[in-house]
């Protein structure tokens, strides 16, 4: 069974750079689409965006000047960089899978989540 | 404010039956485009309950079931329990600038 473990710094200050790994185990990361999610602290989930094991991206419009996701097939994880971040950056990240790009896919599994906090 | 609306909550006691309603537009479940919804109990991620807006993943109780009819979903929860309480949010793809992958505000359960 897949499994998928986010890992990366808990705290990033005001104008840095965000980075976060994505560990996949129990499976490969070929033939699969590799997402972001995040989730600020009582609020609702926003896509950030995704990598197919291609190497093609799509991104949330509203994120897309600063974000970067990338894939290390030798080492089964995807990366995320969120740049020049503010406090309303804070938030639960998650890494997630999807089967196919087609909408008739979901989110799943998803990995527990790590709180990124954005302060000085 | 999300592409996808969901009440903010809704209560129910044991054993009752519960709905969560989703509406989105014509760029999202209006164009044919499937829901999926997930249950995320406090303090861990979330989970897949339901995807292509009527099927259950195996493992999850038959008591959880979705519809989909225009531009809304639902999801509904019958003999409600207690640890059903959790939040739940809906999920489709919006074809407008959006964002793509878009979830709803998120619906809080709460079992009285």
């Known amino acids: 069974q897949v499994q998928l473990q986010e890992s990366g710094p808990g705290l990033v200050k005001p104008s840095e750079t965000l980075s976060l790994t994505c560990t996949v185990s129990?499976?490969?990361?070929?033939?699969?689409?590799w997402s972001w999610i995040r989730q600020p602290p009582g609020k609702g989930l926003e896509w950030i965006g995704y990598?197919?094991?291609?190497?093609?991206?799509t991104y949330n419009p509203s994120l897309k000047s600063r974000v970067t996701i990338s894939l290390d097939t030798s080492k089964n994880q995807f990366s995320l960089k969120l740049s020049s971040v503010t406090a309303a950056d804070t938030a639960v990240y998650y890494c997630?899978?999807?089967?196919?790009?087609?909408?008739?896919?979901?989110?799943?599994?998803w990995g527990q989540g790590t709180l990124v906090t954005v302060s000085s | 404010q999300s592409v996808l609306t969901q009440p903010p909550s809704v209560s129910g006691a044991p054993g009752q039956r519960v709905t969560i309603s989703c509406t989105g537009s014509s760029s999202n479940i209006g164009t044919g485009y499937d829901v999926h919804w997930y249950q995320q109990l406090p303090g861990t991620a979330p989970k897949l309950l339901i995807y292509a807006n009527t099927n259950r993943p195996s493992g999850v109780p038959d008591r959880f079931s979705g519809s989909k009819s225009g531009t809304s979903a639902s999801l509904a929860i019958t003999g409600l329990q207690a640890e059903d309480e959790a939040d739940y949010y809906c999920q489709s793809y919006d074809n407008s600038l959006s964002g793509n992958w878009v979830f709803g505000g998120g619906t809080k359960l709460t079992v009285l």
């Open positions: 129990g499976g490969y990361v070929n033939n699969y689409y």
């Open positions: 990598i197919y094991y291609s190497g093609s991206t």
């Open positions: 997630a899978r999807r089967t196919s790009n087609s909408a008739s896919f979901p989110f799943d599994p």
